[in-house]
């Protein structure tokens, strides 16, 4: 297959010259019915009552209809802890591909466990609430940059731990790391996760303003590139753009854990992290209410009821397909679920032999960075994106120096959560 052939499969038809000069908040009037009266109070103390975007995709309605239930969600991050009060009972048996001492449950950043609350926390004690309470969490723990620093790790856990998430029960798997460099077992990996039946869904990253650099694995083609939007819909300034992103999802002002104590949850934006974990916990309500869909089937409900003022089947450099929005699908019953057996990322078919989705050419070409400084002040609108492939303009997940301790790698990496 030609870089070519996987430009026009990713990226099919591009939005007219006017949408570059539409205004940044033009498109996204709601993520579901409106933001109206959906902001809670600014002097609000609890982690709960600043999670805005609950009330704007209206979780509470949904619930009462499908909550996640029999999903599982595979979270590829720093670890997950599951003694915190919102996740006791939440998290399964994981994989720690690390190489370091401790295990899956052992968060060392306390980021794995932000993302896992926001899809599956029951928000006891005060944490927070999982837009899909019903899923369960499948932690796989890999490194960061500070991480690599300060221990000797295996050179391939990022690889290990997808692996790992497409041989495991997940459904779904939810990564809000990446990094600057692809490898082959990476793409590998992926692709193998694909062949398994998962929906994986990455960061596109928090460095638009900076670089705006290619990123993986949200780059990768078999990948839902995941943007991070505030609560009017507009993409944030930081949130990376170009063919990467497929779809957006809200990331400003979500709380955190603060760090690994597991103390008190912090203000400040979730970013792309926040938005991959949000859209993973969408997918899991739409695939807990259609349990016999595919993969592929999910994400093209998701897609297709996204809000967007542009037609269907094009894509902007900033939103992607458009906001996610589950409750369309869920309490309306809207979406075309399409042909089980063809990826609405790719248009190629995914089941059967493995050698049915073979590797994607564009997946291994060099990026062609076609970001503009112009761009920055367009993010936000419903400006269309070149016809770039996914890798093109790819702005993915995390960036980490990998300089690791103990001198186990003759390379340099670059990982960081998204």
């Not at 694995?217 to 507009?234: E, F, H, W």
Request: charged share 20%; proline share 4%; aromatic share 6%.
């Amino acid at each position: 297959m030609t870089a070519g052939m996987t430009r026009d499969r990713k990226r099919r038809v591009s939005l007219d010259m006017r949408r570059r000069v539409l205004g940044a908040t033009v498109v996204v009037a709601a993520w579901c019915v409106g933001f109206a009266g959906a902001t809670p109070s600014a002097l609000a103390a609890d982690a709960q009552s600043k999670q805005w975007y609950l009330n704007a995709m209206q979780a509470e309605e949904m619930w009462k209809v499908a909550t996640g239930e029999g999903i599982k969600v595979a979270v590829i991050d720093s670890g997950v802890n599951p003694s915190v009060p919102s996740l006791k009972g939440q998290v399964l048996d994981g994989v720690d591909a690390t190489g370091a001492e401790g295990d899956a449950y052992d968060d060392y950043r306390g980021h794995g466990t932000t993302m896992a609350e926001l899809i599956a926390g029951t928000g006891e004690g005060g944490g927070l609430k999982g837009l899909a309470p019903g899923a369960k969490i499948i932690p796989m723990r890999i490194t960061d940059t500070q991480f690599q620093n300060e221990h000797s790790v295996n050179a391939n856990d990022t690889e290990d731990a997808i692996k790992a998430a497409a041989d495991s029960d997940a459904q779904i798997i939810s990564m809000s790391f990446a990094s600057d460099f692809p490898t082959d077992g990476e793409r590998e990996a992926v692709e193998y996760a694909q062949r398994k039946g998962k929906l994986f869904f990455a960061g596109v990253g928090n460095n638009a303003e900076k670089s705006n650099k290619v990123q993986y694995p949200a780059a990768y083609p078999q990948v839902v590139g995941v943007s991070s939007a505030d609560r009017s819909g507009k993409v944030a300034e930081y949130s990376q753009n170009g063919s990467i992103v497929d779809v957006a999802a809200p990331g400003n002002e979500i709380p955190r854990w603060c760090d690994e104590t597991f103390q008190k949850y912090c203000d400040g934006d979730g970013g792309t992290s926040a938005a991959t974990a949000i859209a993973s916990a969408s997918a899991a309500l739409v695939w807990s209410a259609h349990p016999d869909w595919t993969a592929n089937q999910v994400l093209n409900v998701l897609f297709d009821t996204a809000s967007r003022d542009w037609e269907k089947d094009t894509v902007s450099k900033y939103l992607g397909h458009g906001l996610i929005r589950p409750s369309m699908n869920i309490l309306k019953g809207k979406g075309d679920p399409g042909d089980p057996d063809v990826s609405p990322l790719t248009n190629e078919k995914t089941s059967g032999s493995a050698g049915s989705a073979a590797p994607s050419a564009s997946a291994s070409s060099q990026p062609d960075d076609k970001a503009e400084a112009g761009d920055a002040a367009m993010a936000g609108s419903s400006a269309e994106t070149d016809g770039g492939d996914k890798t093109g303009l790819i702005i993915g997940g995390v960036a980490v120096v990998l300089v690791l301790g103990g001198a186990a790698f003759a390379f340099a990496r670059k990982r960081r959560t998204t």
